[in-house]
């Protein structure tokens, strides 16, 4: 169960800024960067685990340490939920896709044993239908066959809110290590370049961490 608390909006410093973003047709904000993932392919390949799992899972805590991106619009004002999970897109045999919701506040090994069952159990299932909580999820895209320098992805507008966390495919660059483009696309009514900036340190710092 995710919890959420409902923000103080009399209090709340970004309330100018909020109300702004919020009129507008486009409020939407995002980045590319490349990510160094050289040693975290290489943990993967030795260990004989999943690179997609193990990144999105480095991608989820990183942006659970940022307190704006867990945080959503309902209703005219804020909630901000404790910690989000992710939503991504699974394909079946058929060339139908399903959404798989996974959670990210487990030990590493744990993650990847459940997170292959959900992987699974979402491929076997006849519904489109996303979980329940759909509000406090991050929503993830991986395009692994373009090493790409930008990326324009679809929203719904307006108020909706869930931060989209994208890849592409990794290449060498010229000192041969591989860098990932990684896209981070937010409300700009919740989230400034500040937070999008700490985002790709606790990137950073979580593919470090869990390569070691």
Request: hydrophobic share 35%; glycine share 6%; charged share 25%.
């Amino acid at each position: 169960m995710m919890h959420c608390r409902t923000i103080d909006m009399e209090s709340y410093p970004r309330r100018a800024h909020f109300d702004y973003f919020r009129s507008l047709q486009n409020p939407m904000l995002g980045v590319t960067v490349n990510v160094d993932v050289t040693a975290l392919r290489a943990f993967c390949r030795a260990e004989g685990c999943s690179f997609y799992l193990a990144f999105m899972c480095c991608a989820a805590r990183a942006a659970n340490g940022v307190p704006q991106l867990r945080q959503r619009i309902r209703d005219g004002d804020i909630v901000e939920y404790d910690a989000c999970g992710t939503s991504h897109v699974e394909l079946r045999s058929d060339g139908t896709y399903g959404y798989c919701t996974l959670y990210h506040d487990m030990p590493f090994r744990e993650y990847l044993e459940y997170a292959q069952a959900e992987r699974l159990r979402c491929r076997e299932a006849a519904s489109i239908e996303e979980d329940d909580g759909v509000e406090g999820l991050y929503f993830i895209t991986s395009l692994p066959w373009l090493h790409y320098t930008q990326l324009i992805q679809p929203t719904a507008g307006g108020d909706e809110s869930n931060p989209r966390i994208s890849w592409g495919k990794f290449e060498a660059d010229h000192r041969g290590r591989l860098m990932l483009p990684v896209t981070l696309l937010v409300h700009h009514a919740l989230v400034d370049g500040l937070q999008l900036a700490q985002f790709y340190q606790n990137l950073d710092r979580e593919v470090d961490a869990l390569a070691k």
